[in-house]
């Protein structure tokens, strides 16, 4: 599928300009986060690590870099992530890797481009996996509530050197409150870290955004699916 044409709004400019992360290092906030156990919500056994191999440019050279981020499962064949995961994405000798490690051990997929939202003010992206993933229900997918109250859950592989162990134990929180709304994206009291970006955020147990970014200090920003998008034609389409 060709690509989509990217836009580049200043905020993902910046992020990529003063080389720092969308979710700068821990600064010690108070822990809210649980690691992913047998008595988490079971539903979060559909999201898993997404790693994609890439390049990008430094001093004039090009660079192999691998980004590491979350994705959910949203249908057997079907994974749900962030945009900029795949910003960098050019080796198209090499898939990115979809894994589920909470599942029988390890499963492992490849993973290709189906449709994105071209930038940091659609920040999603949906991917066909080489094959189908059965052992656990996909988390289905809605727009967000109107309520400014609803209680969100998020999750995802984060990197700090914590509870998320360098991203290799998945996280999550609940009772997360929305803050403030912007045009492409939301805001809420919860606090998470690189590796993150790409996760789902949940209301009821349905996927209303993922997560985009972060101040690593008190608030996490996540993309909203909002009702009648073009995100949700395309997800009709593609998340068989």
Request: glycine share 10%; net charge positive.
């Amino acid at each position: 599928m060709p690509r989509i044409a990217r836009k580049t709004p200043l905020f993902s400019t910046l992020c990529t300009v003063l080389a720092l992360s969308c979710f700068p290092a821990a600064a010690g906030p108070a822990e809210q986060r649980a690691v992913f156990d047998a008595g988490s919500p079971q539903l979060l056994q559909a999201v898993g690590k997404l790693t994609v191999p890439g390049h990008d440019r430094v001093d004039g050279r090009r660079r192999s870099r691998e980004e590491n981020c979350t994705a959910s499962l949203v249908a057997p064949s079907t994974i749900l992530t962030a945009w900029h995961c795949l910003e960098y994405y050019s080796d198209l000798s090499r898939d990115p890797q979809f894994s589920l490690p909470a599942v029988m051990g390890e499963v492992s997929v490849a993973a290709t481009r189906l449709a994105d939202g071209g930038g940091m003010d659609a920040d999603w992206a949906l991917m066909r996996l080489a094959r189908p993933i059965r052992q656990v229900n996909p988390l289905p997918v809605a727009a967000p509530p109107a309520a400014s109250d609803a209680r969100l859950l998020i999750a995802g592989y984060a990197r700090d050197s914590g509870l998320g162990a360098g991203g290799q134990r998945l996280t999550w929180q609940s009772d997360c409150r929305v803050e403030d709304r912007e045009a492409s994206r939301v805001g809420m009291d919860c606090v998470t870290y690189k590796g993150a970006s790409g996760g789902p955020v949940l209301v009821d147990g349905r996927v209303v955004g993922v997560i985009s970014a972060g101040d690593g200090q008190r608030r996490t920003y996540f993309a909203p699916f909002s009702a009648g998008t073009r995100f949700f034609s395309l997800y009709r389409l593609h998340a068989r």
